[in-house]
């Protein structure tokens, strides 16, 4: 997994590359996006998911305490259409704020 976060015009962009495999990045993913919220609360944050064809369970529930312990507002776009529809299955498409994107200079 690489993560890569970059302050856009309009916000914290998120870029996540490969897998989330391992506990260990899991728990590097989810520490760089609560101190992101910690250090820039007022910017919203979209994370992309360019590679990944599941995210951990863990991950996906960070977003929603982001959104409603941290208070910042949250995008979640992803390139595989096996990951987006599996989190439309899931019911997840309003509380992520779901879309489907390339990377984040290219949306779909």
């Known amino acids: 997994m690489e993560v890569s976060i970059n302050r856009g ?3 914290l962009e998120v870029e996540v590359r490969g897998g989330i495999d391992s506990f260990q990045e899991i ?12 250090i820039h609360p007022e910017i919203p944050m979209e994370i992309y998911f360019l590679d990944a064809y599941v995210i951990p369970s863990s991950v996906i529930g960070t977003i929603p305490e982001l959104i409603e312990i941290e208070k910042i507002e949250v995008r979640v776009k992803v390139a595989k259409e096996e990951l987006y529809e599996t989190l439309q299955k899931l019911m ?14 290219n949306f779909t």
Do not use: M
Not at 31 to 38: E, G
Not at 92 to 105: D, N, P, V, Y
């Open 27 to 38: 728990s590097e993913l989810k520490n760089r996006l609560h101190t992101h919220a910690r």
């Open 92 to 105: 997840l498409q309003e509380i992520l704020h779901l879309q489907k994107s390339t990377s984040s200079r």
């Open 9 to 11: 015009s309009e916000s």
